[in-house]
């Protein structure tokens, strides 16, 4: 039987077949025995439904059933058009539409901070590229023996006077040995021009009002001066280690060399002697920096003297160094006027990158895995530093530092020299997701190795004795108070 | 219009009427059917020419005569074999067997529409209604009549099932019979 056919059997019954559709059918009928088998089984119903009598009964049964479905689903339309296959194809695609806008955002959300930590390391590449290329151009200047000159005639450019210390830049022309070297020494040139600008024009300032020259200032010029002397002399002797802060790591005379600014500041008001502001933590931190410096310099000075005489043609080592006590004591008087050092430390965070560098991350925007982060430790007083985390039950776990520039191992029973950064692997409180199972660490600096560690970790730290400022890398903390000769504990909380 | 004939079409009609008889098993009887239906369209029915006509005009023939053979082996026993004492004789007026029979099989159709769903029962009331299948369309708003014949047809499906398979009551000694039958033949 023909499907097209079975499909107009109902009318059959009803009586409800056209003529035409008749006619198609019983023609179908005589040539077909099934199809003539339905139509004949169909008579039956064809016969109950000719009544009148039945006819009307079934069709107010349907009426009642109509009436009532028409009441029970009376959001017909709504419902109606919202089951057509093209309402349906809408609404489907605005749904993929709508999740795959969640997603992207969530994507974004996600992702952007990670994004913008690769554009932050890609534009570190490219600096330390432009920086490269410095190197390379200077690599390519005439022999070393000429860098004296090339020094003089930056000197005569820029027509700004070296200070009688400056006058050590004499010093490479016997570093011809150290062609390795050359790039430091260019940024060594570049750092004393920069360095002697500013004094010359700090210098200038007091001039102009007739009031006497900042020792401060001078200080640091001398102690920069001293260190490129120093440097010079190291690569003449190799077996010499660097005089100024030989353990203080880049990011420590980095840090040093920022706080150009706010001694600028100060030595202006000095010198117009107006009242200083309250010193900041990170001036508590580096306070006094300039003796210590000088107290290194003078007994590495002494020590070597005699190296130095030799490889100093012009620079009077008795005259440097009756200058130099002169600025220091002139500036411990200053420097003590003006701050006084503090206890504490900087902490900052690194992280790895994807092109195995290593950048400055910052410790309230660390997302994803903790595993490779680093916590950078820098005291400004030599002493023992631990880092210890609470793993619950008043159990603290210690975490081993490791010392940033050689990574040879732990520094020796927590002992650390001032400024020098000591790293804190943060997986060892991680996961092996790398997520952080513990939120906070505990870091303890002491002058003297700590016998009852129990003592200090447990209670809290009360932070009115602490003084916080961060920067946008770091994180200052010191405790003003001197009297004080407790640990300095600091709590650092790992946000996520 | 066809080009058939009358004569055409009731030589064809025999074929289908003698086979539709054999499947419904009354194999012995096939031809005696076939040949009162075609006597009945002769003699009362020589007018009725017209294919549309004749064929449904011979369905019902075929009907009465069949469910004339059902009764009269009713009544002589040969569905449950008891004694044609027990039952009364042919009255001349309505046969009220048939009515009950008819008013069951109503009862029983307005149960299986009730169990439909809202469409099928709607396409089935328009029909009652005498609406024709272009009607249809335009009251439901389709664009194809094809859609309506695809309703109808599983509506018509659905419905035939929830009626047991048949329109007819099927009578049960029949079937006992039957297998009697085929059992000793």
Same mark, same amino acid.
């Given at each position: 039987m023909s499907k097209s056919w079975e499909q107009i059997l109902g009318g059959y019954a009803t009586d409800t077949l056209t003529e035409e559709e008749k006619r198609q059918l019983f023609e179908a009928a005589l040539h077909d025995q099934a199809l003539f088998d339905t139509l004949a089984d169909e008579e039956a119903l064809k016969a109950l439904l000719a009544d009148p009598q039945a006819r009307q009964q079934i069709l107010e049964s349907l009426h009642a059933s109509g009436i009532s479905q028409e009441t029970v689903a009376s959001r017909p339309r709504r419902v109606r058009w919202f089951r057509r296959p093209s309402t349906l194809a809408w609404a489907g695609s605005l749904a993929a539409m709508g999740l795959a806008l969640i997603f992207g955002w969530q994507m974004e959300k996600d992702w952007a901070p990670l994004i913008q930590q690769e554009q932050e390391v890609e534009r570190s590449v490219s600096e330390k590229k432009v920086k490269d290329d410095k190197q390379e151009a200077f690599r390519a200047l =005439? !022999? =070393? $023996?000429?860098n004296r000159e090339q020094v003089a005639a930056l000197q005569s450019r820029d027509e700004i006077p070296f200070p009688s210390?400056?006058?050590?830049?004499?010093?490479? !022309?016997?570093? =011809?040995? !150290? @062609?390795? @070297?050359r790039a430091d020494m260019a940024e060594s040139v570049d750092h004393l021009r920069q360095v002697q600008g500013a004094l010359e024009e700090y210098r200038r300032v007091p001039e102009e009002e007739g009031g006497p020259l900042s020792p401060f200032m001078e200080d640091q010029v001398v102690q920069d001066s001293k260190a490129f002397v120093d440097a010079s002399q190291s690569q003449v002797e190799p077996q010499v280690q660097p005089s100024i802060m030989p353990e203080a790591d880049e990011v420590g005379q980095s840090e040093a060399f920022k706080l150009a600014p706010a001694r600028e500041l100060a030595a202006a008001q000095v010198a117009k002697e107006e009242p200083l502001p309250p010193p900041g933590a990170l001036d508590l931190f580096y306070a006094g920096i300039g003796a210590d410096k000088q107290k290194t310099l003078e007994s590495k000075l002494d020590s070597k003297n005699q190296t130095f005489a030799k490889v100093s043609n012009e620079v009077s080592m008795s005259e440097a160094k009756e200058e130099n006590s002169l600025i220091t004591q002139g500036n411990r008087v200053g420097g003590e006027a003006l701050i006084q050092r503090a206890k504490g430390i900087r902490y900052s965070f690194l992280r790895t990158s994807a092109k195995k560098e290593e950048e400055l991350a910052d410790g309230q925007n660390i997302t994803g895995d903790w595993r490779d982060v680093r916590l950078a430790i820098e005291p400004n007083e030599a002493g023992f530093l631990y880092v210890f985390a609470h793993v619950g039950m008043g159990k603290w776990q210690q975490i081993e530092g490791t010392t940033r520039l050689e990574r040879r191992g732990n520094p020796e029973d927590g002992n650390v020299q001032a400024f020098q950064s000591v790293e804190f692997r943060l997986g060892v409180i991680t996961n092996r997701f790398g997520? $952080?199972?513990?939120s906070s660490v505990v870091v303890l600096l002491s002058p003297t190795a700590i016998e009852n560690v129990g003592k200090w970790l447990n209670g809290s730290v009360s932070l009115s004795e602490l003084q916080i400022e961060r920067t946008d890398d770091s994180v200052y903390v010191v405790r003003?108070? =001197?009297? $004080?000769?407790?640990p300095l504990r600091v709590d650092i909380t790992l946000e996520e | 219009m066809s080009g058939l004939t009358r004569e055409d079409i009731v030589r064809q009609l025999r074929e289908r009427i003698v086979a539709f008889a054999t499947s419904r098993g009354v194999r012995e009887s096939a031809e005696d059917f076939a040949q009162d239906v075609l006597m009945v369209l002769h003699e009362?029915?020589?007018?009725?020419?017209?294919l549309t006509e004749l064929v449904p005009l011979s369905f019902q023939i075929l009907r009465y005569k069949m469910l004339d053979q059902h009764r009269k082996m009713m009544r002589r026993g040969e569905y449950n074999q008891e004694s044609i004492d027990d039952h009364p004789l042919v009255d001349s007026s309505d046969d009220p067997s048939i009515q009950v029979e008819q008013k069951e099989r109503v009862t029983q159709l307005i149960a299986a529409l009730q169990q439909l769903g809202e469409r099928c029962q709607k396409l089935f009331r328009l029909k009652l209604e005498g609406h024709t299948f272009p009607e249809i369309l335009n009251i439901f708003g389709e664009r194809s009549i094809n859609t309506i014949y695809t309703w109808d047809s599983r509506c018509r499906k659905q419905l035939l099932a929830l009626m047991g398979g048949h329109w007819e009551a099927q009578p049960i000694g029949g079937n006992v019979q039957r297998r009697k039958r085929e059992t000793e033949g």
């Open positions: =005439p !022999a =070393p $023996l000429e210390v400056a006058k050590l830049p004499s010093v490479p !022309a016997v570093v =011809p040995e !150290a @062609d390795d @070297d997520q $952080l199972v513990i003003p108070n =001197p009297t $004080l000769d407790t | 009362k029915y020589p007018h009725v020419t017209e």
